[in-house]
């Protein structure tokens, strides 16, 4: 049992390092991008209203969405677009799990273990059967729905591959691009190119060694701007209650139909919004390399509270 609670801990330490990077710097940027698409400066009361966007939108798309519903489906205890894809793909066509050699199947859950499926004349006739039908009838093997899961696979994952692009170079030149940094242009691409060459480099080395390296700084930061946030609020308990209305849900009815930027302007505030969940899909993707339960601990007993502190603190 002690060994059992330790790998779980060293597991969430982990995830901490390599899962919640993106989102756990979103508090840096969220606030002001927000502001920056209505192009005007807001009051008190848009403020909260924005601080409840914020906050409904953590709680629905990490706490609900992946770790409530999604991340109860896997493929041999993988996440991530691809294993979703073959979960909807065999439940479109049973026969497709007995694909691996061995007569291995895959069944959706977060268990990882394999099923055991026995191979029989029957099965590969009846394979071979409807192949031929199809073929004879000039129908593709696959439906039209499979057709379809398989397109939107693709392109989930051709939409991780551009993130994956356009994320690091704009978050280490958001790093760099500082007061406390005096540096010429010139040199900051420099700079931020060589942190990138090196970050990348050591990705080789494995989930694990990341996580062990990246954890406790991870861990320091969380408990940092968390603690950041306390202290704002403990210096301003009367803002503090006001902003406290953010979690009562009507203030996302104010933002939309009766505060300062409602209508469109409200609509277009929700490219700003949405940055306080990036990174968010690396819960599913990553659930393979630390299960879900060590990714579930650490959000709702680390980054979820600090998190929360820290816009609230804003």
């Known amino acids: 049992a002690g060994a059992g609670r330790t790998r779980f801990l060293s597991l969430s330490l982990g995830c901490t390092g390599v899962v919640f990077g993106d989102i756990g710097t979103s508090p840096l940027y969220t606030f002001n991008s927000i502001f920056a698409e209505v192009g005007q400066v807001p009051d008190a009361e848009d403020v909260t209203c924005a601080f409840s966007l914020i906050f409904w939108?953590?709680?629905?798309?990490?706490?609900?969405?992946?770790?409530?519903?999604?991340?109860?489906?896997?493929?041999?205890?993988?996440?991530?677009?691809?294993?979703?894809?073959?979960?909807?793909l065999e439940a479109l066509h049973p026969r497709s799990k007995a694909s691996s050699p061995g007569g291995t199947s895959s069944s959706p859950g977060g268990s990882g273990d394999d099923e055991i499926v026995e191979s029989d004349s029957a099965n590969s006739e009846d394979e071979f059967a409807h192949e031929e039908f199809a073929h004879e009838e000039g129908i593709p093997g696959q439906s039209t729905a499979q057709r379809a899961m398989i397109f939107l696979g693709m392109m989930s994952c051709s939409m991780l591959i551009g993130d994956g692009v356009i994320t690091p170079p704009n978050s280490v030149l958001g790093a760099l691009n500082t007061p406390v940094l005096t540096f010429s242009v010139g040199w900051v691409v420099v700079i931020a190119v060589v942190v990138l060459i090196i970050t990348f480099a050591l990705q080789r080395l494995g989930s694990k060694v990341i996580g062990q390296v990246a954890g406790p700084f991870m861990v320091v930061w969380f408990l940092t701007i968390g603690g950041l946030g306390l202290y704002r609020i403990v210096e301003n308990p009367e803002l503090a209650r006001m902003v406290a209305r953010g979690f009562n849900p009507y203030c996302v009815y104010t933002w939309f139909f009766t505060g300062s930027f409602r209508g469109w302007l409200a609509f277009k505030s929700l490219a700003g919004v949405v940055l306080?969940?990036?990174?968010?899909?690396?819960?599913?993707?990553?659930?393979?390399?630390?299960?879900?339960?060590?990714?579930?601990?650490?959000?709702f007993f680390l980054i979820y509270p600090c998190l929360i502190l820290q816009y609230v603190g804003q």
């Open 57 to 88: 939108t953590l709680t629905w798309v990490t706490c609900i969405k992946y770790l409530g519903l999604v991340m109860r489906v896997s493929h041999h205890g993988e996440g991530g677009s691809l294993a979703l894809m073959q979960v909807v």
């Open 276 to 299: 306080c969940v990036t990174g968010a899909e690396a819960l599913y993707a990553d659930m393979g390399h630390f299960g879900a339960g060590p990714i579930t601990a650490a959000w």
